[in-house]
């Protein structure tokens, strides 16, 4: 007879509830997190920050050696919201940080394979992405403010992805049986990680607008709203994650087109996955080419940016259960 | 709703570009680009919105059935969606339309904009501004040292620059690359798009099924669905031959997975052309075999069980193995069609239903409960009459055309050696076991190479144009009237943030650093003694 009947691979059971108990762990770190950040943005008082670190460049004038420094340009003055809680914050979200790449490792090593076969795998990624993303802005581009905004959409993904798509550790269909899937994959979570963090950036800015926008028409502006960072230094850092998603967008397509030519006998079908990556990035190059449009800067470049978010979760989330195609994990 | 603010930060950051040209060509030259861009964006969006439709319809080029399927459901909406191509959208006239414009657009936009680059690699380093305090960075200190000797370890400290050195002072620029970038990254779009054109026109598609120890012949002829390119002829085909020795699936046994499948591997010899050396491939899900500039790919799997029929003289016309197709219902039920036309008496015909591992449901059903094959049973259903093959019209291999036959009834279970005496006398059919048989596409498209190429060219160019930050730096040296030197540093990025401000600083600290660490010789024993 030809057909051979495998013996049961091997998933290490000890390895796998290691890893399901690291979930929760993970949850309610990052909960906590979430919960220092708000307090930092509700409760502490607006600081400026300098985004670029300028070593012995305040402003203008004479430093003690006699060297006169004119800044005809300087950054517009910065400021957000900071709390001694903060920093508690940056360390809770590290550790929760390390218990998301615990929870990954245990699962790859229980099921003995790269871990982001299914979707539950692919959102946990993400949001370690996501966070990696965050602390780094949080580290090299001060930017603190953002754990709010970046922890809540991590948080409701991690929720959606433990309670809807969670699935247990084990191997995976043989299409995805390939090193491809950690270089396409990967690729598209450390992305979609970074767009993340754009997205959050970039409501945060809308929200920042408005409430600049009152005060230039003299209103008081009060609460949390009052204590956002300044819109300009979130447009920046919108941006910034942005220019660092895009090539690996890019990168992870071309990927993805040359697993498919070796996998499907096509690098390129038209599978609603492919359409939307495609629609994906072709949103995020017109919100670059906004950011160069005279006029389109701020909030319209903005807008497109949130629209192109939309249809990466478009992508992840509508295209896997509304439409049938080569992708869908089931 | 435009907040008063907004207004004014978009009018400062435009003007950040420095004035170079006339005003009249500095305006022209600003209405090209805005236009241009506009036009772009615009085409972009267009672009995006136009693809929505194809993932949401189904598509001729993904899967003819299920757009026929949407026609038979939908008999009045669908033929007008089909005049607007939206079952074609990615090959319709409109979707050409938006992207023809955009890369003409594109073309007139970076054509342009590669010359003036070209030009400006070329010429000197832009002359040094008159007054530094314009500039968005400037510094400016004294030093003993000579001014000859200020531009010496100016042209030092601008380490990575392009540098020429003017009467007193030295003008530098750096970070064409970002350019260059841009520059490679928009042509590369434009040589995918030609690549994926040329691959239309000369390459082909086919599929096919190869049961084991079958071979299989590259021509027009052996295909079951061939797609050639519009200008392919039957002659081009590669002249390659193939057969398959053996193939294995695996699947998980237990658990919550089983019945998942585990690996699937086809074992090949093949020839790139008749009298060439034998060679033999494994063919894998992940590992096609290439040859001879065509890919041949393991698609699917299924079943083939094998059957001989004897006719009521006791005579075998029939004994070959007959490819199922997998109902897709999970598990490999499978069903098939046993053609008999020469028994030497009524041709024969049979349905039938293959299950890999039979087993009853809890209603008494008859189905599979295992994709491997763990408990084979066939059952048939038989009927005898006229086949329909000698009318001329082609017939499908998985349909029996019953409208001339007469059925004869259903078989018990058939195990593997099993025989069924059929009724009426009509001969008996025998189940002698089964092979496997994989479905294999033929793919020949030579834009692979060559749009591989230019994709990788424009993750290239992406990368220096999004992280390359061209900078120009000026150092002027002057003596004065103390006869000591003022060192004045100016400079500006010409990208938004990302520390331009930061690096032009360090350039004035290590120049007054390296003239500082000078030997106490030449120009500054003034002050030491
Ligand atoms: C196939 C469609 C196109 C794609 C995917 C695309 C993508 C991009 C990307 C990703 C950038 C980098 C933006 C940055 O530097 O931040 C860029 C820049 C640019 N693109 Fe395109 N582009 C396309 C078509 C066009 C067209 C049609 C034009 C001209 C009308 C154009 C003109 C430019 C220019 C001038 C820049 C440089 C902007 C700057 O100075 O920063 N592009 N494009």
Redesign the interface.
């Not at chain 2, 435009?2 to 907004?6: E, I, L, Q, T, V």
């Not at chain 2, 968005?136 to 004294?142: E, I, K, L």
């Not at chain 2, 998942?260 to 699937?264: E, V």
């Given at each position: 007879m030809n057909t051979v009947l495998a013996a049961e691979p091997a998933v290490d059971e000890g390895m796998a509830s290691v890893s399901d108990a690291l979930i929760i762990a993970m949850i309610v770190t990052y909960a906590i997190a979430l919960f220092l950040f708000a307090v930092e943005a509700a409760y502490g008082r607006r600081k400026a920050i300098k985004a670029e670190r300028l070593v012995g460049v305040g402003a203008s004038g004479a430093d003690e050696d006699g060297m006169e420094v004119n800044l005809r340009a300087p950054d517009p003055e910065t400021s957000a919201s900071q709390h001694i809680l903060g920093n508690v914050a940056l360390g809770v979200t590290v550790l929760g940080f390390l218990l998301n790449l615990g929870q990954i490792v245990t699962r790859g090593l229980a099921a003995d394979r790269w871990p982001w076969g299914n979707m539950f795998e692919f959102v946990v990624a993400v949001c370690l992405c996501s966070v990696a993303a965050f602390l780094f802005g949080a580290i090299r581009y001060k930017a603190r403010y953002l754990g709010t905004f970046v922890l809540v959409p991590v948080l409701l993904l991690l929720g959606i992805a433990a309670k809807w798509l969670y699935s247990e550790a084990g191997p995976v269909i043989p299409a995805l049986d390939s090193y491809w899937i950690a270089i396409h994959v990967s690729a598209a979570i450390l992305a979609t990680g970074a767009f993340m963090v754009s997205g959050a950036a970039a409501i945060t800015y809308l929200l920042a607008q408005r409430t600049e926008a009152k005060r230039a028409r003299g209103e008081t502006v009060t609460g949390i709203a009052a204590k956002l960072p300044s819109s300009e230094l979130l447009d920046r850092v919108s941006h910034r994650f942005v220019v660092l998603a895009f090539p690996l967008w890019t990168f992870g397509i071309i990927a993805g087109a040359i697993w498919a030519d070796e996998a499907w006998g096509r690098f390129w079908g038209w599978d609603p996955k492919e359409v939307w990556s495609f629609i994906t990035w072709v949103v995020y190059a017109a919100y670059l080419h906004a950011r160069a449009t005279a006029g389109w800067r701020g909030t319209k470049a903005t807008v497109i940016g949130l629209v192109g978010f939309a249809c990466l979760l478009f992508n992840f989330f509508g295209v896997n259960y509304l439409f049938s195609g080569l992708h869908s994990y089931a | 709703m435009?907040?008063?603010?907004?207004a004014d930060?978009?009018g400062k950051?435009?003007t950040?570009s420095p004035p170079r040209l006339s005003a009249l060509g500095w305006a022209r030259w600003?209405w090209r680009?805005?236009t241009s861009?506009?036009t772009?964006?615009i085409l972009?969006?267009l672009?995006?919105i136009g693809?929505?439709p194809?993932?949401?319809l189904p598509?001729r080029?993904?899967s003819d059935e299920q757009v026929r399927n949407y026609f038979l459901d939908n008999p009045d909406l669908a033929p007008w969606l089909d005049r607007f191509y939206l079952f074609d959208?990615?090959s319709s006239p409109w979707y050409a339309a938006i992207y023809l414009l955009l890369f003409v657009s594109l073309t007139g936009c970076v054509l342009p904009r590669a010359a003036a680059h070209y030009r400006a690699m070329r010429a000197r380093p832009p002359r040094t501004p008159h007054n530094?305090?314009?500039?968005?960075?400037?510094?400016?200190?004294?030093t003993a040292a000579s001014p000859q000797t200020v531009l010496a370890e100016a042209r030092a400290a601008l380490k990575g620059y392009r540098i020429d050195t003017r009467d007193d002072s030295v003008a530098a620029e750096k970070g064409y690359l970002r350019e260059t970038g841009n520059v490679v990254f928009h042509l590369a779009l434009l040589g995918l798009l030609i690549a994926?054109g040329a691959g239309s026109l000369f390459g082909y598609?086919g599929n096919m099924l190869i049961i084991?120890g079958d071979g299989f012949a590259n021509t027009v002829t052996s295909y079951d669905a061939y797609e050639p390119g519009t200008s392919v002829e039957p002659g081009d085909l590669q002249p390659f031959w193939l057969r398959l020795d053996?193939?294995?699936?695996?699947?998980?046994?237990?658990?919550?997975?089983t019945g998942?499948?585990?690996?699937?591997v086809a074992d090949v010899t093949y020839r790139e052309a008749p009298g060439a050396p034998e060679r033999t491939h494994t063919l894998?899900?992940?590992?096609?075999l290439s040859v001879d500039g065509a890919?041949v790919?393991l698609?699917g799997h299924g079943y083939a069980p094998e059957f001989t029929v004897t006719n009521p003289d006791g005579e075998v016309v029939f004994d070959q193995a007959v490819p199922f197709l997998d109902r897709q219902e999970g598990n490999f039920v499978s069903d098939g069609v046993v053609k008999v036309p020469d028994t030497g008496a009524e041709q024969l015909g049979f349905t039938a239903v293959f299950l890999?591992s039979a087993a009853e449901t809890a209603t008494g059903e008859l189905t599979s409960d295992f994709p491997?094959?763990?408990n084979p049973v066939v059952t048939l259903r038989a009927f005898k009459g006229d086949l329909g093959l000698d009318s001329g019209d082609s017939q499908s291999v998985y349909q029996l055309y019953t409208e001339r036959m007469e059925e004869l009834g259903d078989s018990p279970q058939l195990s593997p050696g099993e025989t069924w005496e059929l009724p009426e006398g009509a001969g008996n059919i025998t189940f002698t076991g089964y092979?496997?048989y994989i479905s294999v596409?033929v793919?020949s498209?030579p834009a692979?190479v060559p749009?591989?190429v230019a994709?990788?060219a424009?993750?290239l160019g992406?990368?220096c144009t999004?992280?390359v930050h061209p900078r120009r730096a000026w150092v002027r040296a002057r003596p004065d009237a103390d006869g000591r030197t003022v060192v004045e540093v100016g400079g500006l990025g010409k990208t938004?943030?990302a520390?331009a401000?930061?690096e032009l600083?360090?350039i004035?600290?290590r120049l007054?650093d390296r003239l500082r660490e000078r030997p106490a010789s030449d120009d500054t024993s003034t002050e030491k003694e």
């Open positions: - | 435009k907040p008063a603010g907004a930060s978009t950051t435009g950040d600003a680009i805005l861009m506009r772009a964006l972009l969006f672009l995006a693809a929505i194809g993932s949401v598509q080029s993904v959208v990615y530094f305090g314009r500039l968005p960075y400037s510094a400016s200190f004294t994926l598609r084991e053996d193939f294995q699936a695996e699947f998980i046994e237990e658990g919550d997975l998942q499948a585990a690996s699937y894998e899900v992940n590992h096609p890919q790919y698609l890999p491997g094959a763990r092979r496997e596409q793919n498209d692979r749009a591989l994709a990788v424009a993750v992406l990368l999004l992280f938004e943030g520390g401000i930061t600083h360090g004035s600290l007054r």
